[in-house]
Nanobody, 124 residues
């Protein structure tokens, strides 16, 4: 297992940008693929973005494609989520996750390690 700690959330106005960070510790992070999920009040947790172990490939939910960018720095054991052109509907708790199994990166069940979450609130 790897321990994950998110940071970078906050309250911003629509159209603004935020960068979330997810710091990993406990094991070599490069053996894990990384993902970001979010959960809004009263809604189920949903996939946002994922990145492969090397960082060569990334995947996005349609709702964030073109606005969000996931990246990673394995030397720093950190995954990032750059969020631009934020909208009120992006308001949620954002969770970082790490996984090592085979399957779809969009499936939360593929991730065995989760952070505690960081709140992102976008006002209109």
């Amino acid at each position: 297992q790897v321990q994950l700690v998110e940071s970078g959330g906050g309250l911003v106005q629509a159209g603004a940008s935020l960068r979330l960070s997810c710091a990993a510790s406990g094991r070599t992070f490069s053996v894990y693929y990384g993902g970001w999920f979010r959960q809004a009040p009263g809604k189920e947790r949903e996939f946002v973005a994922a990145i492969t172990r090397s960082g060569a490939s990334s995947y996005y939910a349609d709702s964030v494609k073109g606005r969000f960018t996931i990246s990673r720095d394995n030397a720093k054991n950190t995954v990032y989520l750059q969020m631009n052109s934020l909208k009120p509907e992006d308001t949620a708790v954002y969770y970082c996750a790490a996984g090592a199994g085979l399957g779809s990166y969009t499936n939360s069940r593929m991730y065995g390690s989760w952070g505690q979450g960081t709140q992102v609130t976008v006002s209109s």
